[in-house]
Nanobody
């Protein structure tokens, strides 16, 4: 079992920044991949960014150059630094990992970009 708890969401103006955190209940050192997904109203949940145990990363085209995913194994935490935020980034952001074939999700954190 793995519990994931997201934090850091909020309301920011376009062009602003936020940093999301995802704290895991277990040591994430061995987790092959951890990722951030988002779901906007009326849309399907989709991948935003993911980071693998070796440190490689993958981003959705819509966030490349603006978002950065990182992991701190010592703190069992994954971060998503979001810069140059746009209204279309508004969504609930979820943390995810896959352990022994089982997917685990956090409860989500709301990110709203509006002036």
């Amino acid at each position: 079992q793995v519990q994931l708890v997201e934090s850091g969401g909020g309301l920011v103006q376009p062009g602003g920044s936020l940093r999301l955190s995802c704290a895991a209940s277990r040591n994430i050192f061995s987790f092959y991949v951890m990722g951030w997904y988002r779901q906007a109203p009326g849309k399907q949940r989709g991948l935003v960014a993911e980071i693998f145990s070796g440190g490689s990363t993958n981003y959705a085209d819509s966030v490349k150059g603006r978002f950065t995913i990182s992991r701190d194994n010592a703190k069992n935490t994954v971060y998503l630094q979001m810069n140059s935020l746009k209204p279309e980034d508004t969504a609930v952001y979820y943390c995810n990992t896959l352990v022994r074939g089982t997917a685990y999700w956090g409860q989500g954190t709301q990110v709203t970009i509006s002036s």
